[in-house]
Nanobody, 125 residues
């Protein structure tokens, strides 16, 4: 069982930066693949970034070069550094964990078994 708690969201002007954190409980964090998704009002969940158990990373095209996902297994945490934020990045951001296939980069919602409660990111123009 993994429990996830996100933090670090907030209101920022376009061009600014935020760093999201996701703290995970559970003994298997270091062997879990982790992902970040987001959901804007009226839209479906969208894949943002993922990091595998071996620290391979993958990003959706719209955030490449602006967002960086990383993990610290010693702190049972995964991070999403978001730079050059745009109004279209406004959404609730969710952290997710995959224990079944942690060595793969997973981009689909159904590939993750555990989810956090979300943290709101609002980017003003």
């Amino acid at each position: 069982q993994v429990q996830l708690v996100e933090s670090g969201g907030g209101l920022v002007q376009a061009g600014g930066s935020l760093r999201l954190s996701c703290a995970a409980s559970g003994r298997t964090f270091s062997r879990s693949g982790m992902g970040w998704f987001r959901q804007a009002p009226g839209k479906e969940h969208e894949f943002v970034a993922a990091i595998s158990g071996s620290s391979g990373t993958y990003y959706t095209d719209s955030v490449k070069g602006r967002f960086t996902i990383s993990r610290d297994n010693g702190k049972n945490s995964v991070y999403l550094q978001m730079n050059s934020l745009k109004p279209e990045d406004t959404a609730t951001y969710y952290c997710a964990a995959d224990e079944k296939n942690p060595w793969y980069i997973q981009t689909r919602i159904n590939d993750y078994q555990y989810w956090g409660q979300g943290t709101q990111v609002t980017v003003s123009s």
